[in-house]
C-alpha cells in the first residue's frame, strides 16, 4: 500500500512534494519486531503505514483516503476521475486488486510466522482469495487498456508486481493472458520502475 501511494503520487506529479520519512527506528532493523517511530504513532495510532501528514496538520491514515486527498490537489481528478456509474465501476475494481493485495500481505504475515504457530488453512484461504480477485481483474482488462491511468490501473499494477516480488512460484500469469500483457506494459511507467519493491535493510547504517 506504501507503493500504490507513491506510484499514484508520481503519477499526479505530487511526488516532489511528499517528505518521506521512516517509521521504524533504524537499529532495530535486525531485530525481528521493529517497533515504530513514536512521532508516526502519535500521528497514526493506528499503525498502518502509509499515513499521511497534510500541510494543515491532517492526519491520514488509509491509502486510498490519501490518494483522494493528493487528487484534490490537482486542477482536475486524475486518480479518480470519473462520476455516476463509471466512478463506482472504477472503485469496485480498485476495491478488488486492493483485496489481492491485502491477502498477499495477510499470507506473508502467517507464512513468517513459527511453523508450530503457522495456518496452513489461512494459507490456503488467502491464495484462493489472491486468484479470486486476479481473475476479477482479468475480465476488467478491457476496459483498463481503453482509459488513461487512474487508481484501479494503479492498484492492480501494485498487486501483480508484489506477487513478482513475493510469489513468483505461483505463476500468477498462467490463465490470465489479458492481465499478463497489459501489467508488462504499465510496469514500464516511470511511476513503476521508480518504485520496485526490495527487502528492507539487515543492519543498521553507520
Same mark, same amino acid.
Given at each position: ?31 525481528? %519486531? ?33 490518494? %483522494? ?41 502467517? %507464512? ?95
Amino acid at each position: 500500500f506504501v507503493r500504490k501511494v507513491m506510484v499514484a503520487a508520481i503519477e499526479a506529479g505530487l511526488d516532489d512534494q511528499i517528505d518521506i520519512h521512516p517509521t521504524y527506528w533504524p537499529h532495530e532493523w535486525a531485530t525481528h %519486531t521493529v517497533p515504530f517511530d513514536p512521532d508516526f504513532i502519535a500521528a497514526n495510532p493506528i499503525g498502518r503505514i502509509p499515513a499521511l501528514i497534510t500541510r494543515d496538520g491532517v492526519a491520514l491514515a488509509e491509502s486510498n483516503w490519501i490518494c %483522494t486527498y493528493l487528487d484534490s490537489l490537482l486542477d482536475r481528478p486524475r486518480l479518480f476521475p470519473f462520476s455516476g456509474k463509471p466512478h463506482w465501476e472504477m472503485l469496485r475494481v480498485m476495491a478488488i486488486a486492493d483485496g489481492a493485495i491485502e491477502a498477499m500481505i495477510l499470507r506473508r504475515a502467517e %507464512t513468517l510466522r513459527h511453523p508450530p504457530e503457522r495456518s496452513d488453512a489461512f494459507i490456503g484461504k488467502q491464495r484462493d482469495r489472491i486468484a479470486r480477485c486476479l481473475d476479477q481483474v482479468e475480465a476488467a482488462i478491457p476496459i483498463l487498456r481503453d482509459c488513461p491511468p487512474d487508481m484501479r490501473h494503479i492498484a492492480a499494477a501494485v498487486g501483480c508486481g508484489f506477487m513478482d516480488f513475493r510469489y513468483a512460484q505461483d505463476d500468477w500469469r498462467k490463465g490470465r493472458p489479458q492481465l499478463a500483457h497489459w501489467y508488462e506494459t504499465f510496469a514500464q511507467r516511470p511511476s513503476m520502475m521508480r518504485t520496485m519493491p526490495g527487502e528492507t535493510p539487515q543492519s543498521s547504517p553507520k
